[in-house]
């Protein structure tokens, strides 16, 4: 029988490929159901309704609302705070509160401010219901040649600031880690949900704030006096319907069906430079964060991403 002879070259060769090889560790990603709720959480305004990736057996139908409103505005009032805390569905309104001042260090008490976006609906249809994904975004409703001033915002627990309590902007801009000058443009903050915000609520009682549910706050200061912030409000519940309402069945079947859970899929996002905030005219998310984003989601349809010209999924 013949002999094959292999040359000292080659298997050097050999050898050397096999040892070149990077061998990568696997990373965990999401089933399709947690990818879909990804893209909720990341897009409130204009991604397509799906349930949420939360624990336990609830289901419900889904809904998306908006408020918009003017805080801050009033005679001498130029600075103030304000606090969204989606999961509250809190009857006394709650969730929704805010104060404003003549000046960034002088405090006023915060109230009640009003409802938030489908109160309303959810308070008069809804037997339980629970919040899915949220967005603040904020704009200033003065002219070009009269913006100044700053906002300071970001995420914090739906204790921070408390009904009945007296705080100054500088007070509540001290939890806030993301600075800008009042926007030229439009600065959005989205929510994150904690584990306590997964529990369907009555959303016909009166809650104590709590700590657990997870918050968007907003402080400004140096506005022009009378003016004010916009703010739009947009929110997705998830709901049960009442029986007074009649002829709705309980949906006890549509639901998200998932392995993964919801801190999973906030560590996705995060993880792939999704930052939670957005400045649309200075760009918070950068090039690099937008194309990260683009490797998660793909390309969204043109009329989806002229919303936004900070980041293309």
């Known amino acids: 029988m013949a002999k094959v002879k292999i040359s000292r070259k080659k298997a050097n060769n050999k050898g050397?490929?096999?040892?070149?090889v990077v061998r990568r560790q696997p990373t965990r990603g999401l089933d399709p159901a947690a990818l879909a709720y990804a893209r909720l959480l990341s897009d409130p305004c204009g991604a397509p309704?799906?349930?949420p990736i939360y624990a336990g057996g609830d289901a419900g139908y889904l809904v998306r609302a908006d408020s918009v409103h003017v805080i801050g505005l009033g005679p001498n009032y130029t600075a103030g705070f304000m606090q969204w805390t989606p999961g509250l569905l809190d009857d006394g309104n709650k969730d929704f509160i805010a104060g404003a001042s003549t000046d960034w260090e002088t405090p006023n008490t915060a109230g009640n401010y009003g409802y938030a976006p489908g109160k309303g609906f959810i308070s008069s249809n809804a037997s339980a219901a629970r919040c899915v994904a949220a967005c603040l975004r904020i704009t200033f409703?003065?002219?070009?040649s009269a913006r100044s001033g700053w906002i300071q915002y970001?995420?914090?627990s739906g204790r921070s600031v408390v009904v009945g309590g007296s705080y100054?902007?500088?007070?509540?801009?001290?939890?806030?880690?993301?600075?800008?000058?009042?926007?030229?443009d439009t600065v959005e903050v989205f929510w994150k949900p904690n584990f306590i915000d997964q529990e369907m609520v009555d959303p016909t009682v009166v809650k104590d704030q709590s700590a657990k549910n997870a918050a968007i706050l907003l402080a400004w200061g140096g506005l022009p006096s009378n003016v004010g912030l916009t703010v739009h409000l947009?929110?997705?519940?998830?709901?049960?319907?009442q029986f007074e309402v009649g002829g709705i069945a309980a949906p006890t079947t549509s639901k998200a069906v998932s392995s993964n859970t919801l801190d999973q899929v906030i560590d996705y996002l995060t993880t792939r430079g999704f930052t939670w905030v957005r400045d649309t005219a200075h760009g918070v998310m950068t090039a690099a964060t937008?194309?990260?984003?683009?490797?998660v989601f793909?390309?969204?349809?043109?009329?989806?991403?002229s919303r936004s010209r900070a980041i293309t999924y």
Do not use: F
């Open 49 to 51: 309704l799906v349930h």
């Open 168 to 184: 100054s902007g500088a007070d509540v801009g001290l939890l806030c880690n993301n600075y800008s000058r009042t926007p030229a």
């Open 298 to 305: 793909g390309m969204m349809p043109a009329s989806t991403r």
């Open 16 to 20: 050397n490929k096999a040892n070149n």
């Open 154 to 156: 970001g995420h914090a």
């Open 234 to 241: 947009t929110a997705i519940y998830e709901w049960q319907p």
């Open 290 to 295: 937008a194309g990260a984003m683009s490797a």
């Open 141 to 144: 409703p003065g002219s070009e």
